[in-house]
């Protein structure tokens, strides 16, 4: 209820003092500024200033306005209630007939009055950060609104009424549910200002040139995917922000908007014009559209298609029941895929590649190889053999495998065999793989929120948290950063492409029906451009003539072409330099080239490996589904070989991972023009095995190279035992650390990983998935194992307190490979972590595991230490071993930072990162995280992430590497000079 007012005359001692409160300005009228005041509710002296214009309320407790409010202050024009309590929209200012300004933002408002309608001589109506759902129709007798401000609400549509809003300059509807575009805005002739941004928007309508007059239009972080042809009509638009939305080209005349002098468009797919002439204004976008309409041409709809699925699921069979002509008698059986095999198909208006990845296990690495952005991912589940314990195999280990690599891809499902099975057992299990494929999702969504939320009660904890916290002793900015990742992830998740909602087409392997539906179905979706952003269907002639040089030299023996050759290339087309990566991330995007810009070695950065077909081939000269098959006594290829000396080489490979030269050498054989020793390189740069410094087994004094692939022995219990035992020696510690991740590890990590520690470690002893080596003279362990649906990866030594700095020394260069391998899967969610020494001391199956982000952290003072759950209070806890010794950044080091900080532009920043070693996903964090576009700062906050993250490596002379890769040779050298000039002073 209203709150009583007093009707007698105020004491002149009350009135006196709150007439000196009031300003009586020539300009403004009588104004009264009560904000910060803690008043909830209104005192009855108020009602007595008749002549009060202005009134300023900001910032109090205020929930009620007394009734006789409007009749007491007949003069009240504007009044500012923003920052109260109101949870209703205070109706009795609806009669203050005169009432021209009503600030009501930040408030609980969820509903409007239709009496709204009343305030006819409205010109500002201020209602941003309320919970209003609907608007009522009567607002369209705000006949005067020049200024509405309705942000961070909960809209959803607009009452037709609201076209009566004809007067309206300002409009603000940013940060609401809006789903389609408010089509009663276009009535609005006279706006000049619009903001849509942070809503749900997926198009713009064709009729959104009729708001001619508009000068400024923020529709940034919406799902636009396409713009129409009629914005380049707005001729009189100053501002236009485009930022974080899906929009790959720009319509052809967007440079005609020759009055856009603010324009943005980050975060989006962009491939025409590329960001880079988008952020040199919008003369620069008019000269590439007009280059681009004389020089270029036509193409089909173009999309790489990687078939996956494990073996037996019929993804061969269905590949060539789909490229089978028309009329054409069904083919024999393919053979089983090995590796990955290519095929080509075109069909209607549409161009497809086909990668059909080899459903067993060995090949699993090579398909992370071929994995690409803008592809899509096709799972074939073979209805047989399915059932509901079978997802995980048959369904849920693929989209782990596509989230891990590219998060918000496009993904398909087919069912297969679905002849042995019938037609109604074929669909019912359609409907139990959509079914199960949900509750996955939503399984993973879960997960991520947990750690949001837990992350969310530690940041928003005003006394901090407790030490025996599991994110206990984590700096704000880190978790900050962390819950930005896990935000992304929950945003960029698989888009998995259903038929009628809840199925997913079927096809017969045998009588090949289905085949018809399924070409349709891919015909359609390689045209969406919600899906695919990037598709193309006018492409440069330069692009096109660059396309055909390098599908020409397919002719010419060899892996691949060196980027300075194709630069060459590139210029005999007239494709500038700074064209070319965008040209070959379309060519990779549809699968005519393989290239792989962040590769962690420059062998295969600066390579074009411009016939994939060639890459598979030598890369599956290594790999078989049949190791007997590999190495086979009948083969030719080893027929110098006497029985001993054959079973010496299978032993060396099967049971220590070791392999000569020369076995290497005839296992690749000579093929395409290139000799076996340029692919064994390839080799080591892929990490398929690495040239070792001293020999080993029986394979004499030639070279010998490691090839952990086949290593299929179990852990040497008995044989390790005497230096790593089951329990701890008195006097002795172990310094655990490593990584674990949930259902799913990436195929080839801990492989790959047993290679780059290679140069870490002096002796080692390797078993399936583990092994024992020596460091400093000090054991150390490195195993894979899963428990309970938990992969971890442990890095682990053993040593004497006096010796805790050389433990750190062991395990740290190798806990960093591994977070490097790890870091290649931007949708991957790992946790480091670091095992509790005194649990481990107390010989304990399953240790308490402290946040392997505690690395990174500066030691806390004493009383800051996180503390171990199962500790108890006498119990005396080794910091020692959890914190890793502390280690300041060369000044030196300093002093090349701000050198390097000032001289990158733009341009090379990314590029810098890249090779230093620095994941794309950590990039984007970086350039998030920054709050100025103080360039030099940006860069000097890259190069402190690059030292802390590599510590060791991460020296003058690796940075100067970095810097000639990156092509900024000018700054190496001025590093290099200072270094000249500092030795000679000394």
């Known amino acids: 209820m209203a709150t009583a007012v007093s009707s007698g005359v105020p004491s002149d001692a009350v009135r006196n003092s709150l007439l000196k409160q009031v300003d009586n300005d020539d300009n403004a009228g009588s104004r009264l500024n009560w904000s910060d005041q803690l008043l909830d509710k209104l005192p009855n002296e108020l009602f007595h200033l008749e002549e009060l214009k202005l009134l300023i309320l900001t910032r109090n407790r205020l929930s009620l306005i007394p009734g006789e409010l409007p009749n007491s202050l007949p003069n009240l024009i504007h009044i500012n209630l923003s920052h109260n309590a109101f949870h209703k929209f205070p109706i009795c200012l609806t009669s203050s007939i005169n009432l021209q300004i009503l600030h009501l933002s930040h408030n609980r408002i969820a509903d409007l009055p239709p009496e709204l309608g009343k305030l006819s001589q409205l010109r500002l109506l201020n209602l941003d950060f309320n919970r209003i759902e609907k608007l009522p129709d009567e607002i369209g007798g705000l006949s005067e609104l020049n ?352 038929v009628n909602s809840d199925s997913l087409p079927t096809v017969d392997n045998l009588s090949l029906s289905g085949m018809e539906e399924l070409r349709t179905l891919l015909v359609s979706l390689s045209s969406n451009l919600r899906l695919f952003p990037k598709q193309r269907t006018l492409l440069p002639l330069t692009w096109s003539n660059l396309e055909n040089l390098l599908v020409n030299r397919r002719k010419v023996p060899g892996l691949g072409i060196p980027l300075a050759e194709v630069r060459h290339l590139a210029e005999s087309t007239g494709l500038t330099t700074e064209g070319l990566p965008l040209a070959l991330a379309y060519f990779q995007q549809v699968g005519i080239i393989q290239f792989y810009p962040n590769a962690p070695v420059d062998d295969i950065r600066s390579l074009i490996f411009h016939d994939p077909g060639r890459l598979i081939d030598a890369l599956c000269a290594v790999f078989h589904h049949l190791p007997d098959h590999l190495l086979n006594a009948k083969d030719n290829r080893f027929r110098s070989l006497t029985p001993w000396q054959f079973e010496a080489v299978r032993e060396d490979l099967f049971q220590r991972g070791l392999v000569t030269e020369r076995i290497l050498s005839a296992l690749i054989g000579q093929s395409a023009g290139v000799t076996p020793l340029e692919v064994i390189q390839l080799y080591e740069s892929f990490d398929i095995c690495r040239k070792i410094r001293a020999d080993f087994g029986q394979s004499g004094s030639e070279a010998v190279y490691r090839v952990p692939w086949y290593l299929f022995e179990g852990e040497p219990v008995e044989d390790i035992s005497a230096v790593w035992s089951e329990f701890l020696e008195l006097g002795y510690e172990q310094l655990e650390v490593g990584c674990t991740m949930v259902d799913y590890c990436p195929p080839g990590v801990y492989e790959r990983l047993s290679l780059r520690v290679d140069s870490h470690v002096e002796k080692r002893v390797d078993w399936h998935c583990g092994m024992l080596a020596e460091r400093l003279a000090l054991p150390l362990l490195v195993r894979k194992v899963m428990l309970d649906g938990v992969v971890k990866v442990s890095v682990a030594c053993r040593g004497t307190l006096d010796r805790v700095r050389d433990m750190w020394s062991v395990v740290l260069p190798v806990l960093d490979e591994l977070i490097n ?6 949708g991957l969610l790992y946790a480091p972590y670091i095992a509790c020494a005194h649990c481990v001391k107390k010989g304990s199956k399953r240790p308490h595991s402290f946040r392997g982000e505690l690395i990174y952290q500066p030691e806390p003072a004493p009383d800051r230490r996180v503390v171990c759950p199962r500790a108890k209070p006498t119990d005396r806890m080794r910091y020692e071993l959890l914190y890793p010794p502390g280690e300041e950044l060369d000044r030196g080091l300093h002093s090349a930072f701000r050198l390097v900080a000032g001289q990158i532009a733009f341009a090379d920043w990314r590029k810098l990162g890249r090779q230093l070693g620095l994941s794309d996903s950590r990039l984007d964090e970086l350039w998030s995280e920054s709050q100025t576009p103080d360039r030099p700062r940006q860069t000097y906050n890259m190069l402190l992430c690059w030292s802390r993250s590599f510590r060791r490596t991460a020296t003058q002379s690796r940075l100067v590497a970095a810097l000639k890769q990156a092509g900024r040779s000018d700054v190496a050298k001025r590093l290099d000079e200072k270094d000249s000039v500092k030795e000679a002073l000394i």
């Open 821 to 826: 391998l790890l870091d290649e899967f931007p």
């Open 147 to 498: 200024d509405l401000r309705l942000g961070c609400n909960l809209l959803f549509e607009l009452p037709s009424q609201f076209s009566l809003l004809t007067k309206l300059n300002f409009l603000y509807l940013d940060s609401n549910s809006f789903r389609y575009f408010p089509l009663p805005i276009l009535e609005a002739e006279n706006l000049k200002v619009l903001y849509l941004s942070h809503n749900k928007l997926v198009h713009l309508p064709t009729t959104v040139n009729t708001l001619s007059r508009l000068k400024e239009f923020r529709l940034n972080s919406n799902k636009l995917y396409k713009l129409p042809q009629t914005l380049c009509e707005m001729s009189e638009l100053t501002m236009l922000s485009l930022d974080n939305n899906r929009i790959s080209t720009l319509p052809i005349g967007f440079g005609s908007l020759t009055s856009l002098q603010e324009f943005s468009a980050f975060n989006n797919p962009l491939i025409q014009p590329p960001l880079e002439v988008c952020q040199a204004g919008i003369s620069a976008v008019s000269k590439y559209q007009e280059l681009l309409l004389a020089e270029s041409q036509t193409v089909p709809s173009r999309l790489k298609v990687i078939v996956l699925g494990r073996s037996n699921s019929g993804k061969s069979s269905l590949i060539s029941g789909l490229t089978r002509p028309s009329g054409a008698q069904k083919p024999p059986s393919p053979s089983k895929s090995r590796g990955v095999k290519i095929t080509n198909f075109a069909l209607q208006s549409s161009e497809f590649v086909f990668y059909d990845c080899g459903g067993d296990e060995t090949y699993y690495l090579l398909h992370n190889m071929f994995l690409t952005e803008g592809a899509l991912y096709l799972i074939c589940v073979n209805v047989e053999e399915y059932n509901a314990d079978s997802f995980d195999v048959a369904i849920g280990y693929w989209l782990n495998v596509v989230e891990a690599s590219h998060p918000g891809a496009v993904v398909a499902m087919v069912a297969t065999h679905a002849d042995a099975v019938g037609v109604r057992v074929a669909a019912r299990r359609c409907r139990e793989i959509y079914v199960a494929t949900s509750r996955w999702e939503e399984s993973q969504c879960r997960e991520i929120i947990a750690e949001m939320d837990l992350i969310d009660s530690v940041i928003s904890s005003a006394h901090g948290v407790n030490a025996l916290h599991s994110l206990a002793g984590l700096s704000a900015d880190y978790l900050s950063r962390r819950r930005r990742y896990l935000r992304d992830l929950l945003v960029r998740r698989p888009q998995c492409h259903w």
